[in-house]
């Protein structure tokens, strides 16, 4: 009975995981020399039911500058706007598919920005957005480097945590029915 139910409430759980993905854009950041990096994007359409055609990546204009476009995926436009302490406001890297853009459950890698990082320590995730073509509305939001969904590894916890538990009132039950 216990087994039945812990392999039910994982089966619920990870259908419930399925459904709680996000578009993600993860990265890779190289070192070029001194204060030049350059990020390598992959992007995920792993949410949306129709093909993901504009994406923007922004750049805080207090950590990045001087940023140069490295290489687009083919049947993508590039817009990179800088920087500017100045207004203030981000800089930014929008990638736009005017001819299909990219499919459910496929990814799109080959977007590279180089720039001159300001800050100390490594380059970290930035905040992106997903456009619908259309009224040019924001759709999702988030940050490079990873989906905003559950780990794996939290998963696995929640799941030991309720066999544990199971396991638990088992024992309880037992014991109960030994005492009298």
């Given amino acids: 009975m216990i087994s039945k139910f812990i392999s039910k409430a ?3 759980l990870l259908m419930g995981m399925s459904c709680a993905q996000a578009t993600t854009i993860d990265y890779t950041a190289t070192q070029l020399s001194g204060t030049r990096w350059r990020y390598d994007y992959t992007v995920h359409n792993d949410t949306l039911g129709s093909p993901l055609q504009d994406f923007t990546i922004y750049f805080n204009e207090n950590l990045f500058t001087n940023l140069a476009n490295e290489s687009t995926q083919a049947g993508w436009d590039l817009l990179l706007i800088q920087p500017d ?3 203030p406001a981000a800089g ?3 990638g736009l598919a005017p001819g299909g853009g990219l499919a459910f459950g496929a990814l799109a890698d080959g977007f590279s920005v180089s720039f001159d990082y300001l800050g100390t320590g490594l380059p970290g995730r930035q905040s992106f957005s997903i456009y619908e073509t259309l009224t040019w509305g924001e759709i999702e939001r988030g ?6 969904v559950p780990l794996p590894g939290t998963l696995s916890l929640f799941v030991l945590g309720l066999a544990a538990g199971a396991v638990q009132r088992r024992r309880g039950s037992v014991q109960r029915g030994g005492a009298q």
């Fill in 85 to 87: 302490t100045n207004i």
């Fill in 92 to 94: 930014f890297f929008d």
């Fill in 143 to 148: 940050m490079t480097g990873g989906a905003a």
């Fill in 10 to 12: 994982s089966l619920v």
